[in-house]
């Protein structure tokens, strides 16, 4: 095969909304403890404020975004970030308000928050608001039948993940478009596989999407490009960072529920455990 060839064809595993020949990096990062969490209650798209600890979280996820070369590394420049892109509920407003000032006071400048109503968190219908225990009283089948075939059934009211996927894609595009504009193309004509230096390459922008575990899980199945059957596969935790590589036009997960900046939470993420709280399913 040719050169030209090579680099005229989409590399295999790439999804189709990641414009060719893109390098770049998408940092995730669900907001914090919520009110709602605390009392079990389903959120979907109602309000809820983050909680004392939530706002501690969002701050130390700022700060560690901040230092992204302190041990443990993450897998980001040390940078400041392209774009920082929320849902517009307000624990995704809050968290990224947070996080940014926590950057800015590191001296990482920030740029302007934006909104983006394609990151909202799946609406949940007629489960929002009601805790886990009412639910099961109430709509015990269909939400039995949501957790084990997330494409088939759906809250009643709420959104189907073909729904959330359209909206998510169409959001991702404009972010990806951005980041690749003015950008020289990437090449897969390097090293693939971590631990081999590639000091030809230079360091990609990146973007901050703050958001939700429910939506970030349609995220990552559509920038790997893996069906929605796949919902599941993948866990987002509160405050935690995970992050997207795109290499050439390829989604690489390279990281996914990263919290150790959590335990500084003033001591309480072991007393209250967001991981204790996620077991419900609860958006």
Do not use: K
């Amino acid at each position: 095969m040719n050169s030209s060839l090579r680099e005229a064809e989409r590399p295999s595993g790439a999804a189709p909304l990641i414009p060719d020949g893109l390098d770049a990096i998408l940092v995730l990062l669900r907001h914090g403890e919520t009110q709602f969490i605390v009392d079990n209650r389903f959120q979907g798209q109602m309000e809820a404020p983050l909680t004392r600890l939530g706002v501690r979280q969002a701050e130390l996820a700022g700060a560690r975004l901040a230092h992204p070369d302190a041990a443990p590394q993450l897998p980001i420049p040390d940078t400041a970030p392209f774009a920082i892109v929320h849902s517009p509920l307000g624990r995704a407003r809050r968290t990224a308000e947070l996080v940014a000032g926590a950057m800015d006071a590191a001296g990482r400048a920030t740029p302007p928050l934006r909104p983006d109503a394609g990151f909202l968190e799946i609406a949940q219908g007629g489960w929002e608001g009601l805790t886990d225990t009412e639910i099961r009283a109430r709509f015990g089948e269909s939400l039995a039948a949501w957790r084990r075939w997330p494409t088939r059934f759906h809250a009643p009211g709420g959104e189907s993940l073909e729904q959330v996927r359209a909206r998510v894609e169409a959001s991702l595009a404009v972010i990806l478009a951005e980041l690749a504009a003015g950008t020289p193309r990437g090449t897969m004509d390097r090293h693939q596989v971590l631990g081999y230096a590639d000091a030809a390459r230079q360091s990609p922008r990146w973007s901050l999407i703050v958001g939700h575990g429910g939506v970030f899980r349609v995220v990552v199945c559509a920038l790997l490009g893996l069906p929605a059957e796949h919902f599941w596969n993948f866990d987002f935790g509160l405050a935690s960072i995970s992050v997207v590589e795109i290499r050439a036009g390829r989604a690489v997960l390279r990281a996914v529920n990263l919290d150790e900046h959590l335990a500084q939470a003033d001591g309480a993420i072991s007393a209250e455990s967001p991981l204790e709280r996620s077991e419900s399913g609860a958006l």
